[in-house]
C-alpha cells in the first residue's frame, strides 16, 4: 500500500498532516523523529515529511548564557534530529517549519534566530515554476508560526518562497525532491496549503489517490484472516461506534469464529445495557454474550481517587473478564478492540507526550495472555464512522457520541460509590434528554454530565442544603485531539438546570464547563 510517513517532531499539527494526507486518499502513518532508517525503509514510502517542532535548532549552538527563557526552554528539549541517511535514500521529503530547518541544518545550511519571528497569517511570493507550487498564485496567503528561519540554504538548493521577513520560506532541491517551507500548509489558515500537499502527494512522490474505505476493508479483512488461522476471536464490545465497527469487520473475516461480549461494569450511561443488547441482538447475526459485572468494577474501584489508577484497574478488570470468558469459548487466541489512532497517540508515541492512559492502550496488564487484534488502531473516529457506513450500520449507531471505556468512572472526580454513580446518571440521562429535545445531539461530538467531588452551599424550599454541583460539558471536534466547547443557547442551559436540580436528588448547582482543548481535555479526568 502506498504511503507517506510524517516524522513527529513534537509539533503541535503533526497529526493533522497525516489527517490532510489520508483526506486526499493516500494513506499517512506519523511516527516518531527516531524511527531507524531500516524500519523507514521496511515500509517503503512513497514519501516523507518532517513535521514541526516546539525545539530549536539555532539556541543549540549559542552561548547558554546569551539565551532568553524562551529559548533555553527550548534548548532544554534537545532539538530532535534525524539521521541525513533519510535524505539520501532517495524517496522525496518535505519538511514543514522546523522541518525544513532541520533539512538545511543536516545539508550544510544555515538556520539561526534572526529575530525577525513571524506569526499568523503572512502574505508570501512564490516560484510557481516549483513542482510543489503548481497551480499556485505567486502571491498567497500562509500561516507562520516560527522563531528560528533558515538563513543560508544548503548546496544544491534553491529559494522557492520569500516574506518580507523572511527571505527563505521555501527551498528544493528538485533532482534530489527535498523540499522545505517554513509555513504550515495543513492548517486551514492557509488557503492553498491542499494544493500544495496534493502537488507534493501526487506530481513529487507521484502517488495515486487510492485509499479509500473499501481498500482499508479489503486489506484488514485479508489481514485479519492470514493471523486468524483456526483458533476463536472474542470482541470487546462496548455497544459505541468503535467497537461495532471493529467487530464486523472482523466477523466479516472470520464470521461464526467470533463472539462479541459486552461488558457492563456499572459504570455506563442510564438505560445502556439494555439498549445495546436490544440493538445488536436485532440487527446482527452474530454471537453475542452479556457480562454482568458491576459488583466486581465497582469493589475494586473502592476508595480509588486517582484517574490513572481508575483506568489502569478498569482495564485489568476488562481484560480478566475476557480471559475468563474466553476461556468458556476454547480455543481462543484473539482479542477484538475498537483502538483507535488518537488513543494510540494521547496514550503517548515517545514523541507527544503521554496525556491519559486510554483504557484500551495503556491500562493493559502486562501479563495478559491473549493476543490483539485492533483493526481501526490507524483510524480517527470521523473514518470509523465512514468505516461504519460503508459496512451497512444505521446512521443512529454510526452518529452515537462517543463515550469513554472506563465511563461515568472518569466522570466522578474522587471516588466512585454507588450513591455518586446514580446521581451522576440521572443527572447525564437529563443532559441527554435536552440535548436531543433541542436537536443538538448530531451536532455536537459530546455532550455529557460530570460529578465534581466538592460540595457547595445552596437554599432550597427555605431550607439550606450542602449538596453537589453538577458540571455540564458540551464539545465540538473533528477527532477528539482538539475541541472547543459548545455556544449552548441559553434556554437548553436554563432547562438542564431546573431539570438537574429539581429532578436529581444530592444536587444543587449546575455549572457549565466553557474550556476548549487544548488547554484542557474533554473528559475530566
Ligand atoms: P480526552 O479527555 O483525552 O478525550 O480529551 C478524548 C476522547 O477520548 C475519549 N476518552 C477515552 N476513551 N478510553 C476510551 O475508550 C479512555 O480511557 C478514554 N479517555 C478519554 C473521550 O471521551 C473523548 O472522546
Known sequence: MENIIVLDFGGQYSQLIARRIRELRVYSELLPYNTSVEEIKAKN????????SPASISSRNKNEKKLNTFEKEFNAKNAPEVLPEILKLGIPVLGICYGMQLIAHLLGGNVS????????KTEIDLVTSSPLFKNLKQTEICWMSHRDSVTEVPNRFKVIASTPALPIAGIENRSSRIYGIQFHPEVIHTPSGTEILKNFLFNICECTPSWTMV????????????????GNVICALSGGVDSTVAALLVHKAVGKKLT?????????????????????RKNFKINFIHVKAKERFLSKLKAVDDPEEKRKIIGNEFIRVFEEQAGKIKDVEYLVQGTLYSDVIESGTGVAAKIKSHHNVGGLPADM?????????????????????????????????????????????????????????????????????ANLYDKIWQSFAVLPAIKSVGVMGDERTYAYPVVIRAVNSEDAMTADWVRLPYEVMERLSNRIINEVNGVNRVVYDISSKPPSTIEWE
Open 113 to 120: 534566530g534572526t529575530g525577525s519571528n513571524e506569526f499568523g
Open 215 to 230: 481498500s482499508i476493508i479489503e486489506s484488514q479483512i485479508s489481514e485479519i484472516k492470514n493471523s486468524v488461522k483456526d
Open 260 to 280: 462479541c461480549i459486552f461488558v457492563d461494569h456499572g459504570l455506563l450511561r442510564f438505560g445502556e445495557n439494555e439498549q445495546v443488547e436490544t440493538t445488536f
Open 45 to 52: 514510502p512513497s514519501g516523507i515529511i518532517f513535521s514541526g
Open 369 to 437: 495472555n491473549i493476543k490483539l487484534i485492533e483493526p481501526l488502531r490507524q483510524l480517527f473516529k470521523d473514518e470509523v464512522r465512514k468505516l461504519g457506513i460503508e459496512l451497512g450500520l444505521s446512521e443512529e449507531i454510526v452518529r452515537r457520541q462517543p463515550f469513554p471505556g472506563p465511563g461515568l468512572a472518569i466522570r466522578i472526580i474522587g471516588e466512585v460509590t454507588e450513591e455518586r454513580l446514580e446521581i451522576l446518571k440521572m443527572a447525564d440521562k437529563i443532559v441527554l434528554e435536552e440535548i436531543k429535545r
